[in-house]
């Protein structure tokens, strides 16, 4: 049988309480948190009966389970309402009128669609994927977005979602120059949002599903390239020498327009032209500092191994962060390699990245100068894209080239695969050492055709107008 009720439970006595007795029954007096002064029936034990402010409905669904929940009504023939409409929907599913889903749909539809979002995001904390947690930079992308076409779209209930409004949305993005790679993770991340509320019972179906993506290949905005061998050597070095050089230098003046209160000097930028003098006079400076000096050279030496591995391995920045010492197995017969565990692995699977004789012994040296326990981190510090980017600085590498492509720290991962290529690499073996699961990836994104030897492979083919000669004497000779 549907009723209405308040519910009831004891809870302790509250602090500060006041004992008093009306109409012959004893009653705790207190005042609460926001201000108001409270009572309640004080029981046998010294403990309250603590009496909800909500009316709460108890009825049987059209299964015939007993359902008991909130109607957020503090007025009693309001909660009486909220459960006449709860068993019109009851008896409207019995009868075949609505489904149980259009029901569930329905209750869902009055809810803001904030209330929504952040029950997804509460989700996106929990959700586990391929063995790791959601970063928390992957959730705060998605708040972002999510928020921007709940905003610019005027979403406000989950049933205003639209396939015509996000096409729209998506037109009129194109038109503001947004890149067809940022469009489509706007839609993705909708779209993720809408198959999740399908799950849950919120939409009967995702009203976005079929909208095509953009084409990235006709849109691109950040194209990387792969550095040469002699790129690679430079870095490497300038990178190993930057932070003792960083000291040796000299300070110029500030042009006037640059000045800002007593700030008039600053120390002359570390490029590859001064990278010498500074490294020298850096070595001066740190003369009676030999505890500095180690501790430079050593961040210098991991920066440049850290380079190191990422072009000899096609590690992947965070994948090279979360190395140990217990990663590596430089003892190995015959290989040497790196045995990366599922949940560090970027698909989630796990591998053994095989190393060469060179970077192995390198990696050897390195681990008999500093911490070599099995649970210390290979490198302690991480180069970030503000070093990375002075460190090009200092070896001459030019951030865009004439093309407007860039070099980053994921270009290493690009130089790797290219460079396997360029090598003569099968191309199945070279997706294998990239790891990835489609060789189009390894072949169309992680490829630099500039750096092919295209003209060698044109000047290997045959002679073919030999060929023709041969033929034409031939018949000359017959006639």
């Not at 505890?291 to 191994?305: F, M, N, T, W």
């Not at 860039?406 to 460079?419: K, M, N, P, S, W």
Request: include cysteine; glycine fraction near 6%.
């Amino acid at each position: 049988m549907a009723t209405i009720y308040r519910k009831k439970y004891p809870v302790p006595l509250p602090d500060g309480a006041e004992i008093i007795t009306r109409r012959g029954k004893r009653l705790a007096r207190w005042t609460s948190g926001k201000g108001q002064v409270r009572t309640a029936p004080l029981l046998e034990d010294g403990r309250i009966m603590f009496v909800s402010d909500c009316w709460y409905v108890r009825y049987r669904d059209a299964s015939g389970r007993m359902r008991r929940k909130s109607t957020g009504c503090r007025d009693e023939q309001a909660a009486r309402k909220v459960l006449a409409d709860i068993l019109t929907d009851v008896e409207k599913v019995k009868s075949g009128i609505i489904t149980s889903q259009e029901r569930e749909v329905a209750n869902h539809a009055a809810t803001p669609l904030a209330g929504h979002l952040a029950d997804y995001l509460s989700h996106l904390e929990r959700k586990h994927v391929r063995g790791r947690k959601v970063s928390k930079a992957y959730r705060r992308n998605v708040k972002g977005r999510l928020e921007r076409l709940l905003n610019e779209c005027s979403f406000r209930r989950i049933g205003d979602i639209s396939r015509e409004a996000m096409e729209e949305w998506l037109s009129l993005a194109e038109d503001a120059d947004l890149s067809a790679a940022t469009r489509n993770e706007y839609l993705i991340s909708l779209s993720a949002f809408c198959n999740w509320a399908v799950k849950t019972g919120r939409l009967a179906n995702n009203p976005v599903a079929g909208i095509g993506k953009a084409d990235r290949k006709s849109d691109p905005r950040r194209v990387r390239r792969a550095l040469t061998v002699d790129e690679v050597a430079r870095l490497m070095d300038a990178a190993r020498r930057r932070p003792i050089a960083e000291l040796g230098r000299a300070s110029i003046p500030l042009p006037p327009k640059e000045r800002c209160g007593r700030s008039t000097w600053t120390f002359e930028p570390l490029t590859a032209e001064n990278l010498d003098r500074c490294y020298r006079d850096g070595l001066e400076r740190l003369n009676e500092q030999p505890d500095r000096k180690a501790k430079l050279e050593h961040l210098g030496r991991q920066r440049a191994l850290f380079y190191f591995l990422a072009v000899s391995t096609g590690l992947r920045r965070k994948e090279l962060a979360c190395l140990t010492c217990g990663h590596l197995h430089l003892g190995a017969v015959p290989t040497p390699f790196i045995a990366l565990r599922p949940a560090e692995a970027k698909s989630g699977k796990a591998a053994n990245i095989p190393l060469r004789p060179d970077v192995a012994a390198e990696l050897r040296e390195y681990l008999a100068d500093s911490e070599s326990a099995l649970e210390a981190k290979l490198f302690a510090k991480v180069p970030t894209i503000l070093v990375f980017n002075a460190d090009i600085k200092a070896a001459g590498i030019p951030k865009a080239d004439s093309r407007g492509r860039v070099v980053d720290i994921h270009a290493l991962r690009h130089t790797f695969g290219t460079h396997l290529s360029a090598s003569g690499v099968h191309p199945r073996t070279a997706m294998a050492a990239m790891r990835h699961s489609r060789i189009e990836l390894t072949m169309n994104y992680y490829t630099d055709p500039v750096l092919l030897d295209v003209a060698g492979a044109v000047g290997a083919l045959p002679n073919f107008a030999k060929g023709r000669r041969a033929d034409t004497s031939s018949t000359a000779a017959g006639a």
